[in-house]
């Protein structure tokens, strides 16, 4: 066996003497003795199988040692046998720098993840990303100490926001100009088009990376360009096409951001638009006048899903015949309508993506929202953040023109949701265990709720 020297120096081939003259004859490579079975060892060579087992657990054994992951002797780095104590300290995130909503996300946004922040316009998406494009640039354990790349496919870069959140947030008060987050700090660019952004994250966002030790990526947003892109509108039949190239796209795109959360151990936060779901009476699954919250307002279904309905029995107009079963068979007469109302199908999407969208799991919510680009993306993602307002009806919060019957809207009150995150428990249905937030001159902050009588919300 000519390689046994030269992968493993200190293997004690004597102790073995008798069986390597003839592994060598039969050309018995060491990766033959660690990848194939004992039996077929023993029938290419006519060795004794049980001299065989005990040479390749030998060779095994002396491997790991090598390699320094052998439990009867450790390597002190090895990172594949880690302490509690050394993962916790390799943990990074980036602070939203507001004790509340870090406590909420478990420390703030992981290094190493693509993390998305999804809501409607106007729920405050931009300013968290802004906040983050500082706190970055802060040392552990509110940053990583690293410079932030903001990719924009919409807006470009409000450096005016920025400079507005330092002068004004309370933690960037006391600091010293030495550590103060600065705007230089900040690369921003601007991928007006699907083409143009592919080229810059293939190829000039893996050399800012290395050059300029990036410590977050933000996407503002991902679904801007696709969306453009892939319209489902457009000639007959090309509408599944256009989706299965948008998602072999999105998979792509997912897996080149997760290569460089690995690999840099950096944070990449994606901001993602939300659509509206329409309600489509036609595939209500409850009784007429039910109040269960998926009567009427069906949207989306998975394609699986009718197979849990059942058949629905012969063709309209079709003659009984004998061979038709006997449930088939069907009255002239009208079926009357059921009492009970029927149960959601396990498979339908509403049913489902109350897990994994923020949206739907609360049955007295009228006003369904789901992220864009559908499930294909959201399996790329590790943590899920939903940002969620209501406008706030009241005699302080509403200013009435006498000139007109116009009512204009004073303030809103805003949610931050964990959908789903590996780090930290979601925080459920409703909102009960959502942090509600306020947006102002210095940034995020959370509302404190001792001693304040809520406002009732518009649904």
């Not at 003259?21 to 490579?29: L, P």
């Not at 699907?194 to 977050?216: A, K, M, T, Y």
């Not at 899903?305 to 309209?316: E, F, H, I, Q, Y």
Request: proline share 7%.
């Amino acid at each position: 066996m000519t390689d046994l020297s030269r992968v493993l120096p200190d293997f004690p081939a004597g102790r073995y003497a008798h069986l390597l003259s003839t592994i060598e004859k039969h050309q018995v490579t060491t990766s033959d003795l660690l990848t194939l079975d004992v039996t077929d060892l023993g029938k290419r060579t006519q060795l004794p199988l049980l001299d065989l087992k005990r040479l390749c657990s030998a060779v095994l054994e002396a491997l790991h040692a090598d390699l320094g992951v052998s439990d009867k002797q450790p390597a002190k780095s090895s990172s594949l046998k880690q302490a509690g104590g050394d993962f916790v300290q390799q943990w990074s995130c980036i602070s939203t720098l507001d004790a509340t909503l870090d406590k909420a996300l478990g420390g703030g946004m992981p290094a190493g993840y693509i993390s998305e922040i999804t809501g409607e316009s106007g729920a405050g998406k931009t300013q968290f990303l802004l906040t983050l494009l500082l706190a970055a640039q802060l040392p552990p354990p509110h940053g990583l100490g690293r410079p932030a790349l903001y990719i924009s496919t919409e807006a470009a870069l409000s450096t005016k926001r920025l400079a507005q959140i330092l002068d004004h947030h309370p933690f960037f008060q006391d600091m010293d100009k030495s550590t103060k987050p600065s705007l230089d700090q900040i690369i921003s660019t601007v991928t007006p088009d699907l083409e143009s952004q592919d080229h810059i994250l293939q190829f000039q966002v893996p050399v800012e990376v290395s050059r300029r030790n990036i410590g977050l990526i933000v996407l503002d947003s991902v679904a801007a360009n696709y969306r453009a892109e892939y319209e489902r509108g457009g000639s007959k039949g090309s509408d599944g096409f256009n989706m299965g190239v948008r998602g072999n796209e999105l998979v792509r795109l997912g897996q080149l951001l997760h290569d460089l959360a690995r690999k840099h151990n950096l944070a990449v936060v994606v901001a993602n638009q939300v659509g509206d779901r329409f309600s489509d009476s036609s595939s209500g699954f409850a009784s007429k006048g039910s109040s269960l919250p998926y009567a009427g307002r069906v949207s989306q279904e998975s394609p699986l899903a009718s197979r849990t309905r059942g058949s629905k029995g012969p063709l309209p107009g079709a003659e009984p015949t004998s061979s038709m079963p006997p449930e088939a068979v069907r009255s002239s007469m009208p079926e009357p309508a059921p009492e009970e109302p029927l149960a959601p199908p396990a498979l339908l999407l509403d049913h489902q993506q109350r897990w994994f969208t923020g949206w739907g799991d609360d049955p007295m919510d009228h006003a369904l929202k789901t992220p864009s680009l559908g499930l294909v993306w959201s399996t790329q993602l590790a943590c899920r953040i939903a940002l969620l307002r209501r406008p706030v009806y009241g005699r302080k919060q509403v200013i009435e023109d006498e000139s007109s019957n116009t009512v204009y809207l004073k303030n809103w009150k805003r949610w931050m949701k964990v959908v789903f995150a590996p780090h930290v428990k979601e925080s459920g249905q409703r909102l009960e265990n959502a942090v509600e937030f306020e947006v102002t001159t210095g940034g995020l902050k959370a509302v404190d709720k001792k001693g304040k009588q809520e406002a009732t919300p518009h649904t």
